[in-house]
Nanobody
Framework: VQLQASGGGSVQAGGSLSLSCAAS????????MGWFRQAPGKDRDFVAA???????ISADSVKGRFTISRDFTKNTVLLQMDSLKPEDTAVYYC????????????????WGQGTEVTVSS
């Protein structure tokens, strides 16, 4: 499975950005797609995930501001980020989990390249 992320960029606090990630290759019909982020000098943390039937889960830090969705026809996951804060600045990674809808990094099987998000105050 290959993952190609796009979107990201720079925005002022309070602004919005959208991230997209497309999965290709030998994908199974049922898998979860998620987003993680890693700020400089910090661990890679869970942001949000959506599973094969559309159920979603998000980290408390982004609830009410970030929305994850999935286009099943294109095997694409979208992350709409609103009301961005400087602490959202990080490299964002998309990932695929072949089982469940985990929030733990080690349970994801495939990873895309990161895309950078910078939020200035």
């Amino acid at each position: 499975v290959q993952l190609q992320a796009s979107g990201g960029g720079s925005v002022q606090a309070g602004g919005s950005l959208s991230l997209s990630c497309a999965a290709s290759g030998r994908t199974r019909s049922r898998f979860a797609m998620g987003w993680f982020r890693q700020a400089p000098g910090k661990d890679r943390d869970f942001v949000a995930a959506v599973n094969w039937n559309g159920n979603t889960i998000s980290a408390d830090s982004v609830k009410g501001r970030f929305t994850i969705s999935r286009d099943f026809t294109k095997n694409t996951v979208l992350l709409q980020m609103d009301s961005l804060k400087p602490e959202d600045t990080a490299v964002y990674y998309c990932a695929v989990a072949l089982a469940g809808m985990p929030t733990t990094r080690r349970l994801y099987n495939f990873w895309g390249q990161g895309t950078e998000v910078t939020v200035s105050s």
